[in-house]
């Protein structure tokens, strides 16, 4: 399948009645940002009757990508006639099985919500990925929780969807399974292009190597950035260029740089700017990098405030100065080259 074949899967899914229901009983809509109305918070245990009997996509979903869009878009071809939901989990498993590992997210979970919901999905179903979960093997999750909880009629997901304990379940064992239980089941070729498969590691990677734009055509939108806006040191205020600071918390880090971007304020209006991702070597040094967006011809004040903040071209790499006044300089070119690009 080719990823242009996929760009109007969110049309010919053609649904966009939104609701996310997280299954995560500790908190997490405060922490994630999902406490806002229409969203429904139950552990999968009390499931509310709305989200059940859907056609379902499966999956981690990270970054929400042409792929998953694909998966989505054959979930509601196979049922058109029953509401479309998305089963995912939260945190991400790897996330469970190697806290230790650097960030890598390309969705946190409300960002990846919006998107599912973008792509036509009624219904976010959240599983809390905790070692209870982890414990379930594949016949107790079909069974209890595709079957019993959420009373699934329909099924999609990719060729390599494992899941259960140690991913003892495979797609010959879900379509048995399925089957037996009179579930139907669409196993979704992989998304290609002229590169390779589009997957979450390939977007990750391109990213990481400063590519922006190409992540961008296999996520069918540009690569964001959310999170609140922090206070820093004010230095940009300074010399004219303020910027509104974000921490990267669990998303991946992009190529250390400069980066022409959009930003889309808690009002839905769009703001072009220029952003440096990053660790500031000129000015000493930062233990963790943030992103320091200034938004163009813009004055208000955003702290606190959640920002999501999109790259949208790839400027420069990140390096040290002589001194301020160098930096001060290039930051100036920085700003024309970004926004000539806008």
Not at 54 to 67: E, F, I, K, P, S
Not at 82 to 87: D, K, N
Not at 213 to 239: C, K, Q, S, W, Y
Not at 275 to 283: F, H
Request: aromatic share 6%.
């Amino acid at each position: 399948m080719n990823p242009s074949d996929d760009r109007s899967a969110a049309s010919r899914v053609g649904l966009n009645r939104p609701g996310v229901v997280s299954s995560d009983d500790r908190g997490v809509a405060s922490r994630v940002g999902l406490n806002r109305p229409g969203i429904v918070l139950q552990s999968w245990r009390e499931v509310p009757e709305s989200v059940r009997g859907a056609t379902l996509a499966l999956g981690n979903m990270d970054g929400v990508h042409l792929g998953h869009a694909a998966v989505l878009a054959a979930a509601h071809q196979a049922r058109p006639d029953l509401p479309l939901g998305a089963l995912t989990f939260e945190p991400h498993p790897r996330e469970h099985f190697r806290p230790d590992d650097p960030p890598f997210r390309l969705t946190l979970l409300p960002a990846k919500a919006s998107a599912i919901q973008a792509l036509g999905a009624q219904h976010v179903v959240a599983l809390p990925f905790d070692a209870e979960l982890a414990a379930m093997t594949a016949e107790e999750f079909v069974e209890q929780v595709l079957h019993q909880a959420l009373g699934a009629k329909h099924l999609a997901c990719g060729p390599d969807f494992a899941f259960g304990h140690r991913r003892g379940g495979d797609m010959a064992f879900l379509r048995q399974a399925a089957e037996a239980r009179g579930i139907g089941l669409s196993i979704v070729p992989h998304v290609t292009d002229i590169e390779g498969t589009v997957s979450s590691t390939r977007i990750r990677r391109l990213l990481q190597d400063g590519y922006p734009e190409r992540a961008a055509a296999l996520l069918g939108r540009n690569f964001a950035i959310v999170g609140p806006v922090m206070h820093g040191d004010a230095r940009g205020r300074t010399i004219g260029f303020p910027t509104a600071n974000i921490p990267l918390g669990r998303h991946l880090e992009p190529a250390r740089g400069v980066y022409a971007v959009r930003a889309t304020l808690p009002d839905g209006r769009v703001v072009a700017g220029v952003a440096n991702l990053g660790r500031r070597p000129t000015l000493g040094g930062d233990l963790v990098s943030r992103l320091e967006a200034h938004l163009f011809d813009f004055a208000e004040d955003l702290y606190g405030q959640e920002l999501s903040v999109e790259l949208a071209a790839f400027i420069r790499e990140e390096r040290k100065f002589a001194n301020f006044g160098e930096l001060t300089g290039q930051i100036a070119a920085d700003a024309a080259t970004a926004r000539s690009m806008a």
